[in-house]
């Protein structure tokens, strides 16, 4: 079984490829009468799959009573489909003729043979399969397009689309405040994300600290401007939150919290999106110019590089200070509490600490645009926000509840982009890279292409001082490779 299974109900209306002429609604094994009841309206065909060995038990895959209630809820004569999987090959001609009690014209049963076939003839198999059902559903619907299309009316009425009206509406108003901001005005600001804002420059004036310890930059006055930043994120008269943050704060409150971040994420990445389209693009440009003229030895077009350096690092700080996500709302609430209510302590608490939760932790590591959030959400079904570039900036999580392994929880971590031109600070990805090993139980290491020579040192000295100083949280973490876009892998 689905370790993740859901009794959920997924309805399917377009289709990326040839076109069908038909919308899918696919439910889980475990469904109830009154959903049943409610989405078989919906369908006009049905497709039930049931395995061989149940049906040699007189597992019968339609009940005459589930029959009369399709039949009673169907606009048109239903058509029903019973495909039997794992099929004996010599036997899937007998199996195809019984019809579990009903006619021929109220079920059609198909055959699917044993994978224990050979693999060339599975696909051959296969592939007529999915011939008889898909033409038997297009050969079904022509001529009933007006008896079985449905209404808007009724998709809505099926699905309670006016139960989100309200939700709709809330994320309207928070855009509205969004979109008021004008674009002369960055979004990383006192005035609007004061506390995120503060803390970015206080993180940024540790990093230098850091670097004076080194040797690379002076450290004088940079405790006194630190103990300024601080002394201003604790000012409660001061430090106020934005009417933004405030709608924010109050849209996550609602009962219908996962559903409006979740529509938010998407309408406002595509706002974004468009107000730094502009710059977006001019930033690509300047970039692949640089990278054709940065190795030349013409003194000319060395200095041109050098200018179009500059140009990119401005172009970069105007879309960061431009750019607004879900992530960056959620870090300035949490800064905002962290420091004057304590929120996020309260908040880690209760979801790790309180409930006495046993949490799998599983990270992903690997290098810029390499695809880590893609592939974390088609493993897991998360929704980290994905992006040509610099896509995640430090470190993402999302904690789902499951009940797998003698764990109560699983913890996906979504990381910055190793090796990142942007960055270019070696120290910050072994940084990462060492953090990931100590707390994970396992560790992805996505890698678009071969596994480079500079990503293979970051993993090696990670292990290395994790071995060395005996900080990891977990016994030892397992490493799985995953290597995108590439037609022959070889790990060793």
């Given at each position: 079984?689905?370790?993740?299974?859901?009794?959920?109900?997924?309805?399917?209306?377009?289709?990326?490829?040839?076109?069908?002429?038909?919308?899918?609604?696919?439910?889980?094994?475990?469904?109830?009468?009154?959903?049943?009841?409610?989405?078989?309206?919906?369908?006009?065909?049905?497709?039930?799959?049931?395995?061989?060995?149940?049906?040699?038990?007189?597992?019968?895959?339609?009940?005459?009573?589930?029959?009369?209630?399709?039949?009673?809820?169907?606009?048109?004569?239903?058509?029903?489909?019973?495909?039997?999987?794992?099929?004996?090959?010599?036997e899937a001609e007998e199996m195809e003729v019984d019809t579990f009690g009903f006619t021929k014209n109220e079920i059609e049963v198909i055959s699917l043979p044993s994978e224990e076939v050979d693999d060339s003839l599975y696909r051959i198999l296969f592939s007529d399969v999915h011939k008889k059902i898909f033409t038997g559903v297009q050969s079904y619907c022509q001529g009933r397009q007006d008896k079985i299309s449905l209404t808007s009316s009724e998709f809505s009425k099926v699905f309670e689309l006016n139960k989100f009206e309200k939700e709709e509406k809330i994320v309207d108003e928070l855009l509205d405040l969004i979109q008021q901001v004008d674009d002369k005005?960055?979004?990383?600001?006192?005035?609007?994300?004061?506390?995120?804002?503060?803390?970015?420059?206080?993180?940024?004036?540790?990093?230098?600290?850091?670097?004076?310890?080194?040797?690379?930059?002076?450290?004088?006055?940079?405790?006194?401007?630190?103990?300024?930043?601080?002394?201003?994120?604790?000012?409660?008269?001061?430090?106020?939150?934005?009417q933004v943050s405030k709608k924010f704060l109050s849209m996550m409150k609602d009962s219908n919290a996962s559903l409006l971040n979740f529509a938010l994420e998407k309408r406002l990445k595509n706002f974004i999106s468009q107000r730094n389209k502009v710059?977006?693009?001019?930033y690509f440009k300047k970039y692949c110019e640089y990278n054709i003229y940065k190795n030349s030895r013409n003194p000319s077009l060395a200095t041109m590089a050098e200018g179009l350096k500059r140009e990119i690092s401005e172009l970069e700080n105007k879309i960061s200070d431009n750019t607004l996500s879900v992530e960056i709302l959620w870090r300035e609430i949490i800064r905002f509490y962290s420091f004057q209510e304590t929120l996020a302590t309260r908040f880690l608490t209760s979801a790790l600490v309180g409930g006495h939760k046993k949490v799998f932790v599983v990270s992903v590591l690997g290098p810029q645009s390499s695809g880590k959030s893609t592939l974390l959400n088609y493993l897991f079904g998360c929704h980290f926000a994905t992006a040509s570039g610099r896509g995640t900036k430090g470190i993402y999580g999302t904690l789902f509840d499951i009940q797998i392994g003698g764990f109560d929880s699983i913890l996906i971590l979504d990381t910055e982009g190793l090796l990142s031109s942007e960055m270019n600070d070696p120290e910050y990805d072994r940084k990462i890279a060492l953090f990931c090993m100590a707390i994970s139980h396992l560790v992805i290491i996505n890698v678009k292409g071969d596994l480079t020579r500079n990503m293979h040192e970051v993993i090696g000295v990670a292990l290395t001082v994790l071995n060395q100083l005996k900080l990891n949280k977990i016994p030892s973490p397992s490493l799985f490779f995953v290597l995108n876009q590439n037609s022959d892998p070889n790990i060793s």
């Open positions: 079984g689905d370790v993740y299974k859901r009794q959920d109900i997924q309805y399917d209306l377009e289709f990326r490829g040839e076109k069908r002429g038909f919308s899918v609604l696919r439910t889980d094994e475990f469904i109830s009468e009154e959903d049943f009841t409610k989405f078989s309206r919906l369908c006009s065909v049905f497709l039930i799959i049931v395995p061989e060995n149940l049906v040699r038990q007189n597992f019968k895959p339609i009940e005459s009573s589930v029959y009369d209630l399709i039949m009673q809820n169907s606009k048109e004569t239903p058509r029903i489909f019973v495909l039997v999987t794992h099929v004996p090959l010599n005005n960055p979004y990383i600001s006192p005035k609007f994300l004061p506390m995120y804002t503060a803390y970015r420059e206080y993180s940024k004036l540790q990093k230098l600290i850091l670097d004076s310890l080194n040797g690379n930059c002076e450290k004088q006055g940079l405790d006194i401007k630190i103990q300024d930043i601080n002394n201003r994120m604790i000012d409660t008269q001061t430090m106020r939150l934005s710059d977006i693009d001019a």
